[in-house]
């Protein structure tokens, strides 16, 4: 079993649709968790960190769940430029684990 | 700031040939990751150093590969002799010491072994 697994996607959404991707990870002491997005042929950049409380920026909403060990990035009001693929990572300290990632396509 | 500084950016070399990626963290980041990324593999952890020390390497996948670290701001990823299966995007990224800190990657170095 994969240390951490995502949805296989793709998901191929209109504009303005709400998605959702989780992400399950095999590590309970797993201690911090996050939401990376990577654009076509660019390296994966930071979209948001996942806090226990759960946690919003903007249309990004992410939470976390460890008793079944699972992190979540919803999507509101998608954009074209959601575009891309968005990878869950899990960090038990230092050891950073990536999940396969989910592609995302907005379409017009 | 800078960010994390990889190069080169592009690689091709011929099969049998020695290869050496090289990498810069961000300063003041105790903590640099290798990753190699393929389309089937995905995004793999090949090794990670903390203080310059290498914790883990059972990424690496054998003896052709090797990393060092010989200071805080450097960092390289050797390959002798590369093989084609060898061919991907390597990244390094950087964080600092803490147990929530996000990593951040450089640009990456893309690598065609023919």
């Known amino acids: 079993r994969k240390e951490v697994e995502q949805d296989p996607g793709p998901f191929n959404v209109p504009e303005g649709a709400t998605v959702a991707f989780n992400c399950t990870y095999s590590n309970s002491a797993s201690q911090s968790f996050f939401w990376y997005r990577q654009d076509c042929r660019k390296e994966p950049k930071l979209l948001m960190s996942?806090?226990?409380s759960g946690n919003e920026d903007g249309r990004f909403t992410a939470q976390l769940n460890r008793a079944s060990q699972y992190i979540s990035l919803l999507i509101r009001d998608s954009k074209l430029s959601d575009s891309a693929t968005y990878l869950c990572v899990v960090n038990h300290p230092n050891d950073m684990r990536f999940g396969a990632g989910t592609r995302l396509t907005v379409k017009p | 700031d800078a960010g994390v500084i990889q190069s080169p950016r592009h690689e091709v070399t011929e099969m049998g040939q020695e290869v050496t990626l090289r990498c810069k963290p961000i300063?003041?980041?105790?903590?640099l990751f290798w990753y190699r990324q393929t389309m089937m593999r995905g995004l793999e952890l090949l090794i990670y150093f903390n203080n310059n020390v290498p914790i883990d390497d059972s990424g690496m996948p054998e003896d052709r590969f090797s990393a060092k670290m010989p200071n805080a701001s450097f960092s390289t990823l050797k390959i002798q002799p590369s093989e084609p299966r060898d061919s991907a995007v390597y990244f390094c990224?950087?964080?600092?010491?803490?147990?929530?800190?996000?990593?951040?990657f450089g640009n990456g170095t893309r690598l065609t072994v023919t």
């Open positions: 300063s003041g980041h105790n903590s």
């Open positions: 990224a950087s964080s600092a010491e803490t147990a929530n800190s996000p990593l951040h």
């Open positions: 996942v806090y226990s």
